[in-house]
């Protein structure tokens, strides 16, 4: 009996595949903008069921006035095209496979009797009533089947992403003047503090060029190896994928900052379990991380220099830590916005460990400033920083490679590393015209190159160019983050002021092996919001307006982990990385604390209610009475009837809300290619002359913010290259 259900279930399956394929090979004429019409129209659905038109809810409060509100709740996805935007969204930032995958979705939801595999039901989504789509798609989110929670999150966030963020002819999104958020005015360039850059981006044809060292990658890595060659003497191309913008380039618009993120910011785990955030422009992460700088920890390093013991000696690393530090500026005097001293606060009250977050910054200082429209703006650096006050590579290090007639060259792509005879020769590279949008072939012959691509391209760069170490693309750690927000009875309006200036360690070590998380604040614009929280199901619909209407008095903190279990990357078939990662059940247990904890610190501050952004998840009130009564040595009811609950929750993937905007550890650093894809000079052992500089070198994950120790190990790694290179040049001379 069993063995024949099993039969049917398999031939059942089949069947379906074969469909499908049917499906997808009939739905591949008459396409129309990548779309055929089944698609277009089941999408279209998604949106309109999504964002509807509807009066604003009674007993609604805001502050805003009743006509905008009518405006608001009556605005729908078709009246600012969010389906046009959202499908233009994947075709620019996501490979064809992914693409396809999204097509082949569409067309099993619109197909009859296909549809039942998604929805439950034989009729075709886009012939259900407005109703029912509402319950099968709410429904999705929280399914124990895995499918079915991939197809809401791959269609659902980046629809409410897509509505807070498309832009009018006036470069504004009529949803913003609603909910109190606006973008500040533009900044004169006269008022930035940087000089441009070195750039060579017009190379019109195919191309050969000539250097001592091709440094692939301008970010934390790559930036400073780039400069310490070039004062050296050498000469040096910087080849980097992303755009170049600086100062008044920086628009702070959500939607025109995309091409600033890998992906556009669409970046995920292949089972869509982790939203992964990472920069993908001149500058790489410095130029859109939050500005934290911690130096690399103890407890750390101690493990560390177990594993690589020269590269991480202890005067040697100092020195390099010290020389960082002090180029970038780094100091804990910040201005403190309301959503951080919020952490503090509800710290101080709990009893658990906080401080000021070290930052790589310069003129964002002066906790007393009146300058309160520059401070406020700073909480918008996570879109580039126009002032040049944020100490990015862009204001550091690649200026100093450019004064030492280093050249950078955007909108370049690496191909492949071209290896002869066991040594690394050069490297070929696409370049896209920004005029013309054409692309050209580019040969670049060098006697050192450099990987700085950062943990997710540097493996998949070196996998492209044929090398074969297995631990190339191995150990990826993600820093997995989850996030709750508390609302206060007051405007927090977390988007202003420094992103990031206090942090808690509490709960830094949570198994006697320096595993555990930390708590920070993050950036929190419309768009990124509205997506992340879209994952709560009981905000489809009008919900996520009613949420984003109270977002001026949330205050959000995120709890990161320092994972144990990691994952890997892997090519698609064009080569392109592919992020394989499953968060570990011991790193779910930490993450729970993390949370649990940020409850509390939110409830200490005084907090009226509070939500963990999950699908299962609603917010929680906290009665009048209790507000502000919990502390270290008493948690009021509602909270711990909540926190009760939480410690028994499992982990569900595409259900759960897990960040990353820290990738590392896929070209691990050691002592022999057993244990390592480099050795502790950052040089790969299969190849000579080919180096890897960036977060892909991390033995282990680090558990901070990682910008300072990457620029040390790079600053470390730069210094052997130098070597490297006055060793060939001093052969040369003899020879």
Known sequence: MEFSMILVIVVVVVLLLIITILVNKKAS???NGGLTPLQYKVLSCICDVAIHSSPPPQNLWSNSNPKLLDMFFARKASDLNVVDAFWRSITNYQSVEKQNELKTALNILGTPTLCYLITDHFTPFQKLSPETQTLVIVGLASSKLLLRRKVYRAFVPLVYKVFFSTLDKKLLNPNWEAINYSVPPIVPESNSQQKRLHIMDQISSDSTLSCDAVVIGSGAGGGVVAALLAKAGHKVLVLEKGQYKQ??????????????????????????????????????????NWSASFRTPDFILEEWRKIA???????????????????????TNSYVNKMNGILASGCQKMGYHNANIPRNTRGCEDPESKNAEKLAECGYCSMGCRSGAKQSTMATWLQDACQNRAVIIPNCYAKKVIIEKGKATGVLATVKDPRTLQEHSIKIKSKIV??????????????????????IGKNLYLHPVSIVAGWFNEKIEAWKGPIMTKYSSEFVNLDGKNHGVIHETPSSHPSFTASLTSMNSYLFGQGIKEFLLRSDKMSPIIALARDIQGGSITLDANGNPLINYKLGIKDWEHLKVGIESAV??????????????????????????????????????????????????KYRTSQDVVCSAHQMGTCRVGTSPS?????QSGKLWEVNNLY???ASTFPTALGINPMITVESVAYRIGLKICEELNDMNTKRYES
């Open 29 to 31: 004429k008459n396409t």
């Open 692 to 694: 890897v500089a960036d």
């Open 450 to 471: 450099v990987s700085s691509c950062g943990a997710l391209h540097t493996p998949a760069l070196l996998m492209r160019s044929g090398l074969k170490n297995p631990h």
């Open 247 to 288: 100062g008044d380039d920086f628009t702070w618009r959500e939607s025109e900052s995309a091409p600033l993120f890998e992906g556009g910011g669409l970046g995920t785990s292949e089972d869509l379990g982790v939203n992964v955030i990472a920069g993908s422009a001149v500058g790489g992460g410095t130029a859109i």
């Open 675 to 679: 244990n390592s894809a480099v050795n």
């Open 600 to 649: 509390k610190m939110l409830a200490a501050a005084g907090c009226t209610e509070f939500l963990y952004f999950s699908g299962e998840q609603k917010p929680v009130i906290i009665p009048e009475e209790e507000v502000s009564k919990t502390n270290s040595k008493f948690t009021a009811p509602s909270v711990e009837n909540y926190l009760q609950e939480l410690r028994q929750k």
């Open 309 to 331: 013991p020269e590269l991480f000696d202890e005067e040697g690393y100092n020195i390099a830590l010290d020389q960082v530090c002090e180029r970038l500026g780094v100091h």
